[in-house]
């Protein structure tokens, strides 16, 4: 291992200090944590370790803009339903049976990662058959996107939701046909179940979240935005993990942090924002609207397959005025929005907060950009503001996407027509909902999940050069960090990783396999598979 201080020199590599890099050079030396030069030369006599690449690729490290490290190191303390484990509603029942089993009766059984549509009953277990199979324990069960709670009957009575429960503003109950509460919840009332039950251990959720990083590194992430702090269990609960983490040893990847609050309850925490290299807060996030696999995203025509137009989370005006404040505070803001009713009211609230209250470079960010509103991207390129969107959503809501929108789908999740416009274009992964390997990011912008069938808006495909820009200058502008890192120039951070595959001559569809061989950040070593992959000399002097 190196330390961040030391002069590394990589040898004998194909290394390409951008995405647009045409002549990729052989040798690059990094010391104190930035680039230095190109030559077996630079910062000699004084380096401690010569790598020898053995003719791999190299190229700047990855940030995944918007993902949520804590909700996956959450999902891995509790039993996993994902279509990858269960196929079916019978499988995922047995698999909760299975782990009440283990726990004594009254206590919380959570399970994670439900999609109905990969179930072959294509709907979700409801609270009837779940009380068949764990009738001893409360359940929770959370669908994949976080929006979606299903809970049984020892769950509701320990929430104390009768029956007749209302349903809260932005969100509701599933209900049978005799207006019983099925178990599903939606949106706000899913939100209020996931801050109501008992929380898992916070040292075992720290141990999870390293581990999370250490993986993620280990698939090229030097970079990740944490969006939002609040959305699985809850802002103090999340931040006295977080806070812990950051008590221990320094972790292999540069974190941002988007807090879910509003600027009245982030000023009561004494919070402000703040830009540190490593742990960067600045960053206020919101929903304006639901998703596409509810149907809950609002649009302004009905779904192609349902007679709905979707719901706001909270009122619009209340919002803009949320909004308002947090723009005025010095906060980039970044907001959920999947219908286009939804990406209107935000851009709109971004004009307002600038016209009222002027700042220079804001760059607030518009998360998803799911369905386009007519001429939302001039107003976009004339605010500065972002799209952050999440390529490997194609692949993973092929069949949500085709019912919710039919013959509409092909504009769904722009990404040509967004750089054509001269907005910058953030892909990242929202995972758990999307994948979280950034190499399926980078296939599904280019090929549009034609892999999995028919592309979905090919007119939207980039190139992979775009794709990688997009993952490396692209997520450091979202982190406002592109002065001093996204491309290996002289001077820049040394955060590089080293790839099994040159990604701009391998088959496209072959990067969703790309291996990390290495990967570097602040000049450090903190993943190295290049021993294991026998690929290269090592001298350590
Ligand atoms: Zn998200």
Redesign the pocket.
Known sequence: MTSRTDTVRLINGRIYRSAWDENPVDTIVVSDGRVIGYDAQSGSPAVERTIDLKGASVIPGLTDA???LFAIAHARLQVPVTPRDAADIPTVLALLGKRARNVQPGKWVYAAGLDENGLSERRLPTRAEIDDAVPDHPVLIRRFC?HVAVVNSAALAALGLPDGVGDPVGGSYGRDASGRLDGSALEIAAEHIFRAVPPLERAELVAALRSVIADSAAMGLIAGVE??VG?TTGFDDEAAVWNELRRGTALPMRLGFMNQLDPAEAAQRGLRPSQDADWQSMTLKYFADGIVGARTSAVSQDFFDTPSRGMFMRDPDELQRVIAQAHADGWQVAV?CTGDRGIECIIEAYEKAQAAHPRVDARHRV??YFVPPAGGLARMKALGALVVT?PSFLTRMRRSIAGAFGPRADSCYPARSVIDAGVTYIASS?AP?GSWSPWDGIADAVLRAADGGAAIGPGEAVSVREAIHSYTVGGAIAMKQENWRGTLMPGMAADLIVLDRDPFTAECLSLRQTRVLLTMVRGEVVHDDLQHAAAALETAR
């Open positions: 918007h993902i949520h976080g969006a939002a959305f959920h998360e998803h999440q929202d909902t």
